[in-house]
């Protein structure tokens, strides 16, 4: 990844923000949120705050999916489709156990299914990889 100087990463997130906001969106009623975080199966404080943020949006009638990592031994088919599972790579962290992992990059599918969710919603918690590419 290229070091590109922070005045030029807040001008094109400003220019990012003002395409979005030019975009009309008819009939934009429905809350639809997408949730970037690394690690949504490893049971942390930061993975219950998230379940219980989307718990909450749920009851109040959101749409919420969740881009995340899965760790190498989970089954992806037990995901709903309200994950959106992206590649990631392990995270050693020997005091917290196996599992941790950090997503790598957005594949153009995984780019499509976010287009066809349409968001007007999103919450990054961590700026990994795929959080860098998706405000880009």
Do not use: W
Not at 23 to 32: A, N
Not at 56 to 76: E, G, Q
Not at 111 to 119: T, V
């Amino acid at each position: 990844m290229e070091d590109v100087p922070l005045l030029d990463q807040a001008s094109n997130l400003e220019a990012g923000l003002s395409v979005m906001r030019s975009q009309i969106r008819p009939g934009d009623k429905e809350l639809r949120v997408l949730i970037f975080t690394a690690s949504y199966f490893i049971l942390d404080g930061v993975t219950l705050t998230i379940r219980r943020i989307a718990s909450h949006l749920r009851s109040k009638h959101a749409v919420v999916k969740i881009v995340t990592t899965v760790p190498n031994d989970f089954d992806k088919s037990q995901c709903d489709d309200s994950i959106i599972v992206v590649p990631g790579i392990d995270i050693p962290l020997s005091q917290a156990g196996s599992g941790y992992g950090i997503g790598v990059n957005l594949s153009e599918s995984t780019i499509r299914e976010m287009e066809r969710f349409k968001p007007n919603c999103v919450h990054f918690t961590v700026p990994d990889f795929i959080a860098l590419e998706a405000i880009k």
